[in-house]
């Protein structure tokens, strides 16, 4: 049974008990069977030869063959890596275009996300940008979507951001609708929820639900305008009854891989200059 399991085989065989009928149809003698059947063996020979020229290669030949195409389909497989770390590398310069063409002032650095700090209840994470880069201590760290959080710490290659889900970020802030002034500061009740909140507003503030919280600029640390989120409650502090905002950024800030580094912008460092010319 071997013997008819191989595929040269089996095409000859069928060929020859092609060839058998059709001989017996063509001695009715019908002229135009006949040619017919003449027509058909010569293309089922045709087809047998070529089975068999092909069934003669050697089983060094075809080990020979199938390692060729593997290689063909690691390269292709390699090909197709590299088209979509170009195309990802692609979506993120472009989204740093938009910024800096929105921002001519902005100076910016971009960077990945390389380790989140599990210690921390706040979320940080550190970027593969450094001093090497032009990163400082305090510059802010954004996405196309708004202020993500702070340098808090920076070696040569790399540099720790603290986000904005934490207390130690206070940043000038205002309703975009009202222009009441707060500050955006993170509240470990709100941490996990991926919100911040929107403090320091007078009690008579308009603030309400939907209302857009951007930065002020007022100190120099961050630059005006920039998007903190969206307004999704109000509440009253439960120890001296003050009103704040629930704040929800536009960010994911516990899922984001990639920010862009402000190294410098207008009036960046404006209190600290101001500071040192009345010392002086």
Same mark, same amino acid.
């Given at each position: ?12 065989? $069928? ?59 690691? #390269? ?74 702070? $340098? ?80 999704? #409650? ?23 891989? #990639? ?22």
């Amino acid at each position: 049974m071997e013997f008819f399991s191989d595929k040269k085989v089996k095409i000859i065989s $069928i060929t020859v008990i092609a060839v058998i009928v059709l001989m017996i149809l063509g001695a009715a003698g019908n002229p135009v069977l006949s040619s017919g059947v003449n027509f058909l063996t010569k293309g089922l020979f045709q087809v047998s030869a070529s089975a068999a020229k092909e069934g003669d290669k050697t089983y060094d030949e075809l080990i020979s063959e199938n390692k060729a195409l593997k290689k063909e389909a690691a #390269d292709l497989r390699t090909q197709l890596v590299d088209y979509y770390d170009l195309k990802e590398e692609n979506a993120r310069l472009w989204k740093y275009y938009k910024i800096k063409k929105d921002n001519a002032d902005y100076e910016i650095m971009p960077g990945a996300v390389i380790n989140r700090d599990s210690s921390q209840d706040f979320y940080s994470f550190s970027i593969d940008v450094g001093t090497s880069s032009g990163v400082s201590v305090s510059d802010p760290v954004i996405t196309e979507n708004g202020l993500i959080g702070f $340098i808090s710490s920076v070696n040569a290659v790399s540099s720790k951001v603290t986000t904005i889900l934490s207390p130690d970020l206070q940043a000038g802030a205002l309703d975009k609708r009202t222009k009441d002034s707060g500050v955006v500061a993170g509240n470990a009740l709100y941490t996990d929820e991926n919100k911040t909140t929107f403090t320091k507003i007078d009690a008579n503030a308009e603030v309400k639900k939907g209302d857009i919280i951007t930065t002020s600029g007022i100190g120099g640390i961050y630059p005006e305008n920039l998007i903190v989120g969206k307004v999704s #409650d109000i509440k009253y502090d439960k120890y001296d009854a003050a009103k704040y905002a629930v704040v929800t950024p536009y960010e994911n800030i516990k899922k984001v891989t #990639d920010v862009v580094v402000l190294t410098d912008f207008k009036n960046k460092g404006e209190i600290k200059r101001i500071s040192e010319k009345e010392d002086n």
